[in-house]
């Protein structure tokens, strides 16, 4: 079977090559990459490469060409990236590489999306109402919309997973800026809220096994949206502390939201100062908003149709993350 991955050098894109290659070796993947990607890894793992780039639909065609299954992971993941970009991006670009799958048939198109497709949801399922409440979300659920009537005016061979808050060795935006700002900032002290709004992270591997699983099960996956998360939902102040825990900080002080209305027209300020120091979340424009917001989703048919289960408890997760940073020399606290 001929598997072609996009955003093949990509934090999911990379761990999912690797345990291709390492476990199913009768398997012959390719990794769809642009010119200007980092492919070390992936040359190491002895993947083939293909010239890909989202912006450039010229490079579609020779890449998905007798391709038996295309894993569509590339896409622009910058939640501050302005509209038109995400859009292009994530909405356009999607579709005409469908287009190009479909003309080709290509056996089994799989999409990885989003949860923020759903946006701000209680115990969400796959048939749960679109709520996103940022563009990127936005921009997913139009790709998904597209991508579903394709399959039903088509029958286009596509799956639909959506991940929750993916995070691991190697991660290096949400979680990775969260780990920054309690090892480096004044958030490694004070938190501005009560912070028992749930918010839901899922390990890597986990996300990865799920994937996996889906391509061995195209019968009954076609056609189909799944959840790969966690089992539990974290709470913010499950979030902070048990990173504080594994870093060697002091527990933050959670401070009631409501006084904090006062500072609500300095967010900005606060915002662009840390960011100029090189932190993102929960240093972004609607961080404040964010941590008020519940947001989690149940993964009960994935269960069901193809056996997915995580094995990774977010407490291990965080762990292994943090010791992998420390590796790196990304840590600042000492272990103590």
């Not at 918010?199 to 790969?228: A, C, E, M, S």
Request: aromatic residues 12%; contains cysteine.
């Amino acid at each position: 079977m001929k598997i072609l991955i996009t955003g093949a050098s990509g934090f999911i894109g990379t761990t999912l090559i690797h345990h291709l290659v390492t476990e199913k070796p009768d398997y012959n993947i390719f990794g769809a990459v642009r010119k200007t990607s980092y492919i070390t890894k992936l040359e190491e793992l002895g993947v083939k490469l293909e010239n890909f780039d989202l912006n450039d639909y010229t490079t579609f065609k020779r890449a998905v060409q007798d391709k038996d299954v295309v894993v569509h992971l590339a896409a622009n993941f910058n939640f501050l990236a302005s509209e038109e970009s995400l859009f292009k991006e994530n909405v356009e670009a999607t579709k005409k590489l469908a287009e190009t799958c479909l003309s080709l048939n290509t056996n089994h198109f799989i999409y990885c999306s989003s949860t923020e497709a759903l946006g701000v949801v209680i115990d969400g399922t796959e048939e749960s109402e679109y709520h996103p409440d940022e563009v990127y979300g936005k921009s997913k659920m139009e790709a998904e919309k597209i991508l579903l009537q394709m399959y039903h005016e088509n029958n286009f061979p596509v799956t639909i997973v959506r991940p929750s808050g993916v995070f691991g060795p190697g991660e290096n935006y949400v979680f990775k800026e969260i780990i920054d700002s309690i090892d480096r900032t004044i958030l490694n002290k004070f938190i501005p809220t009560k912070a028992m709004n749930n918010v839901q992270f899922t390990y890597v591997d986990d996300v990865v096994r799920g994937l996996i699983r889906i391509i061995q099960n195209p019968k009954i996956t076609k056609g189909q949206i799944y959840h790969l998360v966690s089992d539990n939902p974290q709470s913010y102040r499950q979030i902070f502390c048990t990173i504080a825990d594994k870093i060697g900080r002091r527990r933050p002080i959670f401070i009631p939201y409501f006084p904090l209305i006062f500072i609500k027209p300095f967010w900005p300020l606060i915002v662009k100062f840390y960011r100029k120091k090189g932190f993102g979340y929960p240093y972004v424009p609607n961080g404040l908003y964010k941590l008020q917001t519940n947001r989690n989703y149940l993964n009960l048919k994935a269960k069901r149709d193809i056996g997915f289960h995580p094995k990774v408890t977010f407490e291990e997760g965080v762990e292994r993350t943090i010791n992998w940073m420390r590796s790196q020399n990304m840590i600042k606290t000492k272990r103590k």
